[in-house]
């Protein structure tokens, strides 16, 4: 009797566990019974009373029910948090009561079941620099050194980056040092994005430059952008606005600040699986005289050699229609380098 009675119990609590079970209806007519665990990018994880955990395509599901709610996301945004109850043929329905029917909803429709949470968002960015040092008829030292941090959250993003160079050669006659380049920026930059695509920016640059006879340059802007495409393999946007533009030369004796109109756009690619392209435009014309305009533009190509290690040459261009007395419009400076992303 006792035999009976505890083969009994096991029945008992075997069906009494499949009844309280999550189950799937695959399209080839199958059942499976147990819990799911979640599903993302089209794949369910499931963990089977009989087989354990496995993995299902989404679309050869034609519908599935849970013993309790589950958070569902469709791909038109909605998040269903509710219990599901099986429906036709290619469809499930989130449980109804009473005085409201169950509704129900393509399976093709989710986006994904029970998803992780997403990683708190850090800073990730790179450095890069670089060493010349020539010896013999002539005698030069040049370095130069970049950095680029970024932060992306899922409504703001923050820019911060910073170039530098400087370069000195001997005069073979005198001995006397002369300076080649000496110079640096810095460019901080913040977006709030007020949907998936459109944002409003704030950004402000700092930048001087001794051999152009610049001592400081300071703009400070703000408009609005939209971001066209936003991926891992390619990211381009553009945007417009307002900006305060300043400028002292240390030839003149007087420095300027004007309104000007402030247009330019950003875009990223993977030419390759270790190779990228960079390049950024922004165009400053004043609004009282559309001729007298300042344009900065910076290319890049970056090679990884390694996942953290890449070699990369850099390509500045700034244009200014009123620079120094005596100094040309166009400065172009090349900066080639060994870098670390982290």
Do not use: C
């Not at 993995?55 to 709610?69: C, G, N, P, R, V």
């Not at 300043?246 to 270790?274: C, I, M, P, V």
């Amino acid at each position: 009797m006792r035999g009976h009675f505890l083969i009994s119990l096991f029945f008992i609590g075997f069906f009494a566990q499949a009844i309280h079970a999550d189950e799937i209806t695959l399209t080839n007519g199958d059942r499976l019974t147990g819990k799911i665990d979640h599903a993302m990018d089209g794949k369910l994880v499931f963990t089977s009373d009989l087989a354990g955990k496995v993995t299902i395509e989404l679309s050869k599901i034609q519908t599935f029910s849970t013993d309790e709610a589950i958070t569902v996301h469709l791909k038109d945004g909605n998040v269903l948090v509710q219990k599901i109850v099986s429906s036709t043929a290619g469809k499930f329905a989130v449980e109804g009561t009473e005085t409201v029917k169950a509704q129900d909803f393509d399976v093709a429709a989710v986006s994904s079941i029970n998803p992780p949470p997403k990683p708190a968002p850090k800073w990730t960015g790179n450095v890069s620099a670089a060493v010349t040092s020539t010896h013999g008829n002539t005698k030069t030292e040049a370095i130069s050194a970049s950095a680029n941090l970024t932060k992306r959250t899922e409504k703001d993003r923050t820019k911060l980056s910073a170039d530098y160079a400087r370069g000195e050669q001997d005069d073979p006659d005198t001995g006397e040092k002369n300076k080649t380049e000496d110079w640096w920026r810095t460019k901080a930059k913040y977006d709030y994005f007020f949907s998936k695509k459109f944002f409003g920016y704030l950004d402000g640059r700092y930048e001087t430059d001794k051999i152009a006879e610049l001592d400081r340059r300071v703009i400070v802007g703000g408009g609005a952008g939209y971001q066209w495409v936003e991926s891992e393999n390619m990211n381009f946007s553009t945007e417009g606005g307002l900006a305060s533009l300043y400028e002292k030369y240390k030839n003149e004796a007087d420095s300027t600040t004007e309104l000007s109109a402030q247009l330019g756009y950003n875009f990223d690619k993977k030419l390759a699986r270790n190779l990228k392209f960079i390049h950024d435009l922004t165009y400053y014309p004043s609004l009282d005289k559309f001729s007298d305009y300042y344009l900065t533009s910076t290319g890049e190509l970056r090679a990884n050699f390694t996942e953290t290690m890449f070699v990369n040459f850099k390509v500045i261009l700034n244009y200014d229609t009123t620079p120094a007395e005596g100094k040309g419009s166009t400065d172009t400076k090349y900066l080639l380098g060994l870098g670390y992303n982290f």
